[in-house]
């Protein structure tokens, strides 16, 4: 009989710890680009900060989410989100520093 794999009840723990690292990463994100957007890019040290902590997390949570591919445990679906979520900070990041080199 073949099982649904997204109707896993187990889901992999380093997997929920990525999506919550994702989710505060584009959020600190996000509180980045519209904090300098709002000093017209001459912000405080605290608007860069919250940009690498961002990325860190980002980073940090993309090793968690590896972790949670290598692990047995179940959460495919999970998994997809945690990876996703801690991508886009980081393509985000890099995107706006290109603008920023270019213009």
Excluded: E, H
């Excluded at 997204?6 to 994702?22: E, F, P, R, T, W």
């Excluded at 300098?36 to 919250?50: I, R």
């Excluded at 989410?65 to 985000?92: C, E, H, T, Y």
């Amino acid at each position: 009989m073949l099982r649904n794999a997204y109707s896993v009840k187990s889901v992999s723990s380093d997997a929920v710890i990525s999506c919550v690292l994702g989710g505060i990463s584009i959020l600190c994100m996000t509180g980045a680009v519209v904090a300098s957007y709002m000093y017209s890019g001459n912000g405080p040290a605290v608007v860069g900060l919250l940009g690498i902590g961002s990325l860190i997390m980002a980073l940090s949570g993309i090793g968690f989410s590896v972790a949670a591919w290598k692990s047995q445990d179940g959460g495919f679906l999970m998994k997809r989100i945690a990876m996703i979520l801690n991508i886009l900070p980081l393509v985000l990041a890099v995107i706006l520093y290109i603008v920023g080199w270019i213009v």
